[in-house]
């Protein structure tokens, strides 16, 4: 899959927030091949593959961003409470977008753990909700609602438009990935759901979702195959050989997933990278 830029950018989600503006990038140098985009804590940074050369791009506000699939735009999440972050987390995160290489900020709204749409159309993040009524599964004395969450999606060509919400109030989530047009996510205070569509899976099971359809990974004491929503047998088994699965990250076209595959060695674990078809459920390491 040729990119312009290698799409790789290890994030840390962290609550450590900073009050200084971002500092100003350097001069822009000629690229002499792809370029990979990392965090160290909360500095953006890059390096040319190809030369070796790093080039610190801009000081964020936390370690809680995303990568464009295109590595031209960046969105971060900033501590907007004037008491900063608790020991939980953020008390009052706000969303910022700006270019990657010249980085300039612009606020997309309330929000955290934000997760871009594969085609760069969407941003979907957890929101705090507070108030209003209809909490599944929550008894308040009085009525409404406690501090509660849900998922929205901002467009980031319309930072000034209000966001869509994708899956209504509930106790807490937790983002998995976007599947189609909406996102595959653990809902507290148990429940696995597809926007507000709950499936009939512990959200232990689902590993991931496919960025381009209703495909899942699933994962149980009996293996591990990917599956669909509306169908009745799994569209593929996946022969781990006794490994199970680590970390990971599905393909855009979602035809394949690389992941981290982890075995027992004695008492400790030992990791190798793999990459796994979704149609056929086949599994190549990765030297």
Same mark, same amino acid.
Do not use: N
């Given at each position: 899959?040729?990119?312009?830029?290698?799409?790789?950018?290890?994030?840390?989600?962290?609550?450590?927030?900073?009050?200084?503006?971002?500092?100003?990038?350097?001069?822009?140098?000629?690229?002499?091949?792809?370029?990979?985009?990392?965090?160290?804590?909360?500095?953006?940074?890059?390096?040319?593959?190809?030369?070796?050369?790093?080039?610190?791009?801009?000081?964020?506000?936390?370690?809680?961003?995303?990568?464009?699939?295109?590595?031209?735009?960046?969105?971060?999440?900033?501590?907007?409470?004037?008491?900063?972050?608790?020991?939980?987390?953020?008390?009052?995160?706000?969303?910022?977008?700006?270019?990657?290489?010249?980085?300039?900020? +612009?606020?997309?709204?309330?929000?955290?753990?934000?997760?871009?749409?594969?085609?760069?159309?969407?941003?979907?993040?957890?929101?705090?909700?507070?108030?209003?009524?209809?909490?599944?599964?929550?008894?308040?004395?009085?009525?409404?609602?406690?501090?509660?969450?849900?998922?929205?999606?901002?467009?980031?060509?319309?930072?000034?438009?209000?966001?869509?919400?994708?899956?209504?109030?509930?106790?807490?989530?937790?983002?998995?990935?976007?599947?189609?047009?909406?996102?595959?996510?653990?809902?507290?205070?148990?429940?696995?759901?597809?926007?507000?569509?709950?499936?009939?899976?512990?959200?232990?099971?689902?590993?991931?979702?496919?960025?381009?359809?209703?495909?899942?990974?699933?994962?149980?004491?009996?293996?591990?195959?990917?599956?669909?929503?509306?169908?009745?047998?799994?569209?593929?088994?996946?022969?781990?050989?006794?490994?199970?699965?680590?970390?990971? +990250?599905?393909?855009?076209?979602?035809? +394949?997933?690389?992941?981290?595959?982890?075995?027992?060695?004695?008492?400790?674990?030992?990791?190798?990278?793999?990459?796994?078809?979704?149609?056929?459920?086949?599994?190549?390491?990765?030297?």
């Amino acid at each position: 899959m040729t990119r312009a830029a290698t799409l790789l950018l290890a994030l840390l989600v962290a609550c450590t927030t900073t009050t200084e503006a971002p500092v100003e990038p350097p001069p822009a140098e000629p690229r002499s091949g792809p370029v990979l985009y990392y965090l160290r804590r909360t500095t953006l940074a890059s390096m040319d593959l190809a030369s070796g050369r790093r080039t610190t791009l801009a000081e964020l506000p936390s370690a809680d961003a995303a990568l464009a699939p295109d590595a031209t735009r960046m969105v971060v999440v900033e501590e907007t409470s004037p008491l900063g972050s608790s020991p939980e987390g953020f008390r009052k995160p706000a969303l910022l977008i700006g270019p990657t290489e010249e980085w300039a900020i +612009t606020e997309l709204g309330p929000g955290r753990s934000p997760l871009w749409a594969p085609d760069g159309s969407a941003v979907a993040a957890i929101a705090r909700v507070r108030g209003g009524e209809g909490c599944p599964g929550v008894e308040t004395e009085g009525g409404g609602c406690p501090a509660t969450e849900e998922v929205v999606a901002y467009d980031p060509a319309a930072p000034a438009e209000p966001p869509e919400t994708l899956a209504g109030p509930a106790l807490g989530y937790s983002l998995l990935g976007w599947s189609g047009e909406t996102v595959l996510a653990l809902r507290a205070p148990g429940e696995a759901v597809l926007g507000d569509e709950e499936l009939p899976y512990r959200p232990a099971e689902l590993w991931g979702a496919s960025p381009v359809g209703e495909i899942f990974l699933q994962v149980d004491d009996d293996g591990a195959r990917f599956i669909r929503v509306d169908a009745q047998a799994p569209s593929a088994e996946v022969d781990l050989d006794g490994a199970r699965l680590g970390d990971g +990250t599905w393909s855009f076209d979602g035809s +394949t997933v690389a992941v981290v595959l982890l075995e027992p060695v004695g008492a400790r674990l030992s990791s190798r990278l793999a990459l796994i078809d979704s149609e056929s459920g086949a599994v190549s390491e990765v030297p």
